[in-house]
């Protein structure tokens, strides 16, 4: 009986040295399969940001921040990262879905950091995650593309899809209660074009603006392109609010702050804008002195990322150093953070099979879903059901006013919110 007993375990001991030999002890594939990156290549990653036109202040910083993430990084398992040609999601649906469709062609292709803009975002989300990528945003905010932070999933929520920044319900419930409650208004109005990100947040302030106790007056819609906003101020006027919150872009943005102190009714109105506007270009126009500016809270000093070690100050020497000026837009460090949270799943998701590294697409996804405790630059990092990662602090800052006091407005808080 031992004899027989002996030769059973040799046999069993043998069968495991053979299945060894021939890989079998492999972790077992994900449902989305894997990409296998031979010796001497990269490991291929995009950056989908909106890097021209007039938001180019917003997406640049993002894309930049993915540059220097990737240096700080360093290799995984001895491969080099590859960024390739940076694709320009021109904060746009049109410009998303063009984009998407480049990068899903290149079946090489891991992850996607961006879009800067929802919009965007609202159409390559789709494309980019069923081909089995992941897309991780520094940029996007509107709850739509995560959840309703009730357990609802948004409407253009995709499994698949991440993002550093917030969701817009805190910051809509942020300038709600900085108007109602710091400001001491009780009727507010709100105007947005469209887009996911401007009707997300001006739906959001509204409601938790009526949750405070407070009155909307008006809530309508401008389009992108229009350069006479009289009309539709004329219609916000008649409800004679004390203050107008329009969360849009640029140049939109310019003509409403221009034209409204000259509305018959809206004198005295207080304006108020958000992240789309919160930059070095809109600050500097005269007409947005005064005005007050909701946002990520941006005092992140010595937070350290703990992928590459480096502190959101030494990202902003070594940012200005590489480009000659500080970043235009708030969300440099989430743009960073995304993408080393991306690079560390790749790590966790990959192994080497001789000269070969393997990577496992769902893998990719289990890592970020399982995010919890990660130190950013942005802060602790917790990544939800829904893909919504990052810390929810909201500022309001206003502006000063004068083309060098920039810096100094970005950095003029009148209001913290940490829910």
């Known amino acids: 009986m031992q004899r027989k007993l002996l030769t059973l375990l040799t046999l069993l001991f043998s069968m495991a040295l053979i299945a060894a030999a021939c890989g079998e002890d492999r972790p077992e594939e994900g449902a989305l399969g894997v990409v296998e990156v031979e010796e001497g290549d990269a490991i291929q990653i995009r950056s989908l940001e909106a890097i021209t036109g007039d938001v180019a202040f917003f997406g640049l910083p993002i894309e930049r ?154 809530f309508t819609a401008v389009n992108k392109d229009d350069t006479d906003m009289v009309p539709v101020l004329t219609e916000i006027a008649a409800g004679s609010p004390e203050a107008l919150f329009f969360p849009i872009f640029q140049p939109a943005g310019d003509f409403i702050a221009d034209q409204a102190p000259g509305v018959s009714g809206l004198e005295n109105t207080v304006l108020l804008a958000a992240d789309g506007l919160l930059n070095t270009n809109y600050l500097a126009l005269p007409q947005t002195a005064g005005m007050y500016f909701s946002g990520p809270d941006t005092r992140f000093g010595d937070n350290v990322n703990q992928s590459t070690d480096k502190t959101a100050n030494d990202f902003l020497a070594t940012y200005e150093e590489r480009w000659g000026e500080k970043p235009a837009a708030p969300f440099w460090a989430h743009g960073y953070d995304a993408t080393t949270l991306l690079l560390d799943a790749i790590t966790a998701a990959s192994f080497l099979d001789g000269d070969t590294l393997v990577v496992d697409r769902q893998g990719i996804r289990d890592h970020l879903n399982s995010v919890t405790g990660y130190s950013g630059l942005i802060g602790t990092i917790n990544c939800d059901e829904f893909g919504d990662c990052g810390a929810a602090r909201i500022t309001v800052v206003q502006n000063i006013g004068g083309e060098d006091n920039v810096e100094a407005s970005m950095e003029n808080v009148m209001f913290s919110f940490a829910p």
Do not use: W
Request: proline share 2%; hydrophobic share 40%.
């Open 65 to 218: 921040s993915t540059v220097l993430a990737i240096e700080d990084y360093g290799q995984i398992h001895g491969f080099d990262v590859d960024l390739g040609t940076t694709l320009d999601d021109l904060c746009s649906n049109d410009g998303g879905q063009a984009a998407a469709q480049t990068i899903v062609a290149d079946e090489d292709v891991l992850g996607v950091i961006g879009t800067s803009c929802s919009g965007a975002a609202v159409a390559a989300a789709p494309l980019i995650t069923e081909a089995g990528m992941v897309l991780i945003s520094g940029g996007n905010t509107s709850p739509a593309l995560t959840s309703d932070l009730a357990g609802t999933a948004g409407a253009n929520y995709n499994v698949g899809y991440y993002r550093t920044a917030h969701n817009d319900l805190f910051q809509g419930a942020a300038m709600a209660k900085f108007v109602f409650g710091e400001l001491g208004l009780t009727t507010a109005a709100a105007i947005h074009d469209g887009d996911p990100y401007t009707q997300g947040l001006a739906q959001a302030f509204a409601d938790a603006f009526e949750a405070e106790g407070g009155t909307v007056t008006g």
